[in-house]
């Protein structure tokens, strides 16, 4: 078992060495990831496992991918999507270009799912999606749009339950088991590392999508992030969060109008 005074040392670690600082994450969470990794790589010792995160690159960035790394799906919580179909997109498509910023992207299956919304709203042709993460590695996994064919099924079944009226099979290629999403879609994103804890905005976005990250962070932390995201946002932009996530008792929550019981709000000025 990892004690606490063991997850702190290793947190400092990654601070000192690599820049990555854990220290608001939330603590349960952390202490989680870190004991199940600790159990699948069979360490025999705390301190075997902190000289691989200082001394090896692959694994820190094993390491840092499994206590970040965040499990998604295409289309995922389809009654978000339609309510982004039906009342948010229509708002934004007078605009002469769109930005949207999927912070926290992971493994880009909600990029994709939002690329596909955009394309079938007319709209993506004037849309560019900046995609972001902390982690390299699952912004690779992203770039390249190669998802399961195994997770294809349940994909198909959100995108129909989301509103969509298309045959989903026409927007990738399958080979070997996998699926290719086109080119298309991959030509209206960007994808970057930026660190939602310390990096700044870097853009002016229309729409703002962080769903399921700000459950991991204190709430001192979640407070500056939807800060950094209210920076971000254009005037009457919008802002998702997840399922679990809100602003209510953040510094912000005033400059913010709730839309529905889906988690979107925008901006009020």
């Given at each position: 078992m990892i004690e606490e005074e063991e997850i702190d040392i290793l947190l400092n670690d990654l601070f000192d060495i690599y820049g990555y600082d854990f220290t608001n994450y939330s603590r349960a969470s952390l202490k989680r990831r870190i004991t199940r990794l600790y159990g699948l790589d069979k360490f025999p010792s705390f301190a075997?496992?902190?000289?691989?995160?200082?001394?090896?690159?692959?694994?820190?960035r094993r390491f840092v991918e499994e206590i970040t790394v965040n499990v998604t799906e295409m289309f995922r919580d389809?009654?978000?999507?339609?309510?982004?179909?039906?009342?948010?997109?229509?708002?934004?498509?007078?605009?002469?270009?769109?930005?949207?910023?999927?912070?926290?992207?992971?493994?880009?299956?909600?990029?994709?799912?939002?690329?596909?919304?955009?394309?079938e709203a007319n709209l993506l042709h004037k849309s560019l999606l900046y995609a972001t993460d902390l982690n390299p590695e699952v912004l690779e996994k992203a770039r390249k749009g190669i998802f399961g064919l195994n997770q294809l099924k349940q994909y198909s079944e959100n995108y129909i339950e989301s509103g969509g009226t298309k045959d989903f099979s026409s927007y990738y290629t399958a080979h070997y088991g996998q699926a290719k999403f086109d080119e298309e879609l991959a030509q209206k994103m960007?994808?970057?590392?930026?660190?939602?804890?310390?990096?700044?905005?870097?853009?002016?976005?229309?729409?703002?999508?962080?769903?399921?990250?700000?459950?991991?962070?204190?709430k001192d932390l979640q407070d500056r992030v939807l800060n950094l995201f209210y920076e971000s946002l254009s005037p009457l932009g919008y802002l998702a969060l997840g399922a679990k996530e809100t602003l209510k008792f953040s510094t912000i929550q005033s400059q913010f109008k709730p839309m529905n019981k889906e988690k979107i709000w925008r901006k009020i000025d």
């Open positions: 075997e496992l902190r000289y691989r995160v200082r001394t090896d690159s692959t694994y820190l389809p009654l978000f999507y339609k309510c982004l179909r039906a009342e948010v997109l229509p708002s934004i498509a007078a605009k002469p270009f769109i930005r949207v910023w999927h912070a926290g992207c992971s493994t880009g299956e909600e990029v994709y799912s939002m690329a596909i919304l955009l394309k960007v994808f970057s590392t930026h660190n939602l804890v310390s990096d700044r905005s870097f853009n002016e976005f229309d729409l703002i999508l962080c769903r399921n990250v700000l459950i991991y962070f204190d």
